[in-house]
């Protein structure tokens, strides 16, 4: 794949090994352009969440180079690559630690600077693209966890951020908030990278899929042709749900 | 469990009390309660002056007595010794009903149940009519340590957290039949708290991630910045103010 300047984001050579040694990523290289949708598969294990932190600079790559819409990765740019990558971690509880759910979203974008009507505008906006603009005022805890996990999505949004990162964003949610957090995913105008063992989910919102494996991608396709690999999906302890043929359902 | 007590505390009416800036009010119940404890207690009507004050101010914010008075019963514990001070103290006695009571002992009882309850009273009004999250903005706006100010938001926050992950260890606990009772089941619970502990430090590991991902560079930033008028001071001036009048006429006349 060919890396242009316009690139959301671009993944080379990267190397990592936590401080006890273990070694966690041997090597990724992995280029999402800009608008696309990608799921990000893989065994429990195989990297997935230390690729992740690399890619707004939580942790510093042993070797390689990540890149966000052309910008490296480094300690200089950080407040900048924070505000381009929004990452939706998976425990909405985690995410949302203000008092409020405005104070919430309006906690990215006041750390950036922005203060007074253009704030307040900025929070009304992100939450009214996620449908929870009516909760401003209420408790984070006192939201259902689909409703909560929307805000989530929200804060981030508030940051205009060039690439979304969600961690495993159907867990624990029910069938009636996963399929509205995928009509909330799909009409975003933003890089999406989506981190799942839910492949009908993949399936359904991301057209690629890359499949991360003991440390290194081992698979970059369509998701369709990638699910309907049975070796490499055996392979890689990827499984899909009983009953599910990835076949019998149209992709958009 | 903090997010409990502000439900339990707050009223939420509209009124001339509530829309004022917190750190206004906040000021101003601190120099109430400096006032009535600098008031001479021998002063005694000074005192029902203070209550009379007080009352009005919840007549204006619109927060029944019955109100007030049910949440002023976090007081008892403190005040308990209070009463045992006219039977331990020594000097010149008197008989009430029959039993020698210290004289300098019931007025240090008086002095500190009325100044006691006189403070408790002001800070549930305080409560009462200022939210949680707005008494942080206000304390933060009166330059408390900022570390302090975040310490004291995510315990609004997580308290309700936490509180349901203990409920749910618990519930598992009695799932698996364990039932406290006596001395001998206290390791147990005190492995809960340990594991309970374990959890909360590895959720805030995990929170403090999230505020990194997001710009968080050890400050709060700052979201509404709350600019009080000359007119709210003059409108919060009013409590203290008087209050100190009635402290100045005390200390005249004693």
Redesign the interface.
């Known amino acids: 794949m060919s890396v242009t300047a316009t690139s959301s984001l671009a993944v080379r050579g990267l190397a990592y090994a936590y401080p006890d040694g273990h070694q966690a990523l041997f090597g990724v290289d992995l280029t999402i352009e800009r608008g696309e949708r990608v799921a990000l598969l893989g065994p429990n294990g195989a990297g997935k969440t230390t690729l992740v932190l690399h890619l707004n600079g939580i942790l510093t790559a042993g070797a390689g180079t990540v890149e966000v819409a052309g910008l490296p990765v480094a300690k200089r740019n950080l407040a900048e690559i924070r505000r381009r990558v929004g990452i939706v971690f998976q425990d909405p509880d985690d995410q949302l630690f203000m008092p409020t759910v405005r104070e919430d979203v309006a906690f990215g974008p006041a750390a950036a600077g922005l203060r007074g009507a253009a704030l307040e505008t900025c929070v009304r906006e992100a939450l009214e693209r996620v449908g929870m603009e009516a909760f401003a005022d209420r408790a984070p805890h006192h939201l259902s966890f689909g409703q909560r996990r929307r805000v989530a999505v929200a804060t981030v949004l508030a940051m205009h951020p060039e690439i979304l990162v969600l961690d495993e964003p159907s867990s624990n949610l029910d069938p009636a908030a996963r399929r509205e957090l995928a009509l909330i995913l799909r009409d975003l105008d933003v890089t999406v990278l989506m981190v799942t063992h839910d492949l009908p989910y993949a399936l359904e919102l991301c057209p690629r899929s890359v499949v991360l494996s003991e440390g290194t991608v081992v698979a970059d396709a369509p998701t369709q042709d990638l699910l309907l690999d049975e070796d490499l999906m055996r392979a890689h302890r990827l499984e899909l749900p009983f009953g599910f043929d990835p076949r019998s359902v149209r992709v958009r | 469990m903090g997010?409990g007590h502000a439900h339990a505390l707050y009223r939420h009416v509209d009124s001339p009390v509530h829309t004022l800036p917190p750190h206004c009010k906040l000021v101003a119940v601190f120099a109430f309660v400096v006032v009535v404890v600098s008031t001479p207690r021998e002063a005694v009507w000074a005192f029902a002056a203070y209550a009379v004050l007080l009352g009005a101010v919840a007549y204006v914010a619109r927060v029944p007595a019955r109100h007030v008075l049910t949440r002023m019963l976090v007081e008892v514990p403190f005040v308990a010794f209070a009463v045992l001070m006219p039977f331990v103290a020594q000097g010149e006695q008197t008989k009430v009903l029959g039993v020698s009571l210290s004289v300098s002992g019931l007025w240090g009882a008086f002095n500190i149940l009325a100044k006691g309850t006189l403070g408790v009273a002001a800070s549930v009004l305080l409560a009462s009519t200022t939210e949680?999250?707005e008494l942080?903005h206000g304390l933060q706006k009166l330059r408390l340590p900022p570390l302090l100010v975040q310490i004291a938001?995510?315990m609004?926050?997580?308290g309700?957290?936490i509180a349901g992950e203990l409920k749910r260890m618990s519930i598992a606990r009695r799932s698996r039949g364990f039932e406290a009772r006596g001395v001998r089941h206290w390791g147990v619970l005190a492995k809960t708290a340990g594991a309970l502990f374990i959890r909360s430090y590895e959720?805030g590991e995990?929170?403090h991630?999230?505020?990194?991902?997001?710009?968080?560079?050890g400050v709060m930033?700052?979201?509404e910045?709350t600019v009080a008028t000359r007119a709210q001071w003059a409108r919060v001036g009013v409590l203290p103010g008087a209050a100190l009048l009635v402290c100045l006429t005390g200390w005249v006349m004693v």
């Open positions: 997010a949680l999250r942080l938001t995510f609004i926050r997580y309700d957290v959720r995990r929170v991630l999230a505020m990194v991902s997001r710009g968080y560079t930033p700052v979201l910045e």
